[in-house]
T-cell receptor, first 112, second 113 residues
Framework: GNSVTQMEGPVTLSEEAFLTINCTYT??????LFWYVQYPGEGLQLLLK?????DKGSNKGFEATYRKETTSFHLEKGSVQVSDSAVYFC???????????FGKGTLLTVNP | NAGVTQTPKFQVLKTGQSMTLQCAQD?????MYWYRQDPGMGLRLIYY???????DKGEVPNGYNVSRLNKREFSLRLESAAPSQTSVYFC????????????FGPGTRLTVT
């Protein structure tokens, strides 16, 4: 079946540091890939997505590229802000499967 | 559009009590989902409804029942609450076509004492 593995946190960075959160997946066929963000006390919000190989999703300075050869979808941001402190989830959905498969989440804390 | 709404936001139950968590979406989505989120466990799927009139079990269905009342509404019922059901519950919906993302509600924080 489908699975998502993302780096365990917590990750603590200083403001303006470079961020990478690794995500790799196992799936049959050609899944669509997502990054979600969850701010404290809130539900999950879609951050970005990519639906085919070599697509780059981007939003709010975050980027992730769908790499089929390495089955990866790593999240990056060049300069993080305190307001980026949140939990980040990598997820995928494959083919006609109605269910998204989520990673366990990575807690990011950005200090001023 | 309100998106996905959930009621109540907070609830405290005693062991053995029952309650229903309500979820509604106004995006004309076909599929709806219930998750629970516990510290260190990520999101776990309880039940889902791929389309109006169908429901299926997810990873952790024991102790829960669901009803897809119509295309907009999907409720989650705890018949006899247990402390192990203390969690944050999220409802989500999705258009149901290839590549579509899920949209989440704000969550219900449930404590069972």
């Amino acid at each position: 079946g489908n699975s998502v593995t993302q780096m365990e946190g917590p990750v603590t960075l200083s403001e303006e540091a470079f961020l990478t959160i690794n995500c790799t997946y196992t799936a049959t066929g050609y899944p669509s890939l997502f990054w979600y963000v969850q701010y404290p006390g809130e539900g999950l919000q879609l951050l970005l997505k990519a639906t085919k190989a070599d697509d780059k999703g981007s939003n709010k300075g975050f980027e992730a590229t769908y790499r089929k050869e390495t089955t990866s979808f790593h999240l990056e941001k060049g300069s993080v802000q305190v307001s980026d402190s949140a939990v980040y989830f990598c997820a995928l959905v494959g083919g006609s499967n109605y269910k998204l498969t989520f990673g366990k989440g990575t807690l990011l804390t950005v200090n001023p | 559009n309100a998106g996905v709404t959930q009621t109540p936001k907070f609830q405290v139950l005693k062991t053995g009590q029952s309650m229903t968590l309500q979820c509604a979406q106004d995006m004309n989505h076909n599929s709806m989902y219930w998750y629970r989120q516990d510290p260190g466990m990520g999101l776990r799927l309880i039940y889902y409804s791929a389309s109006e009139g169908t429901t299926d079990k997810g990873e952790v269905p024991n102790g829960y029942n669901v009803s897809r009342l119509n295309k907009r509404e999907f409720s989650l019922r705890l018949e006899s609450a247990a402390p192990s059901q203390t969690s944050v519950y999220f409802c989500a919906s999705r258009l149901g076509q290839a590549g579509a993302e899920q949209y989440f509600g704000p969550g219900t924080r449930l404590t069972v004492t």
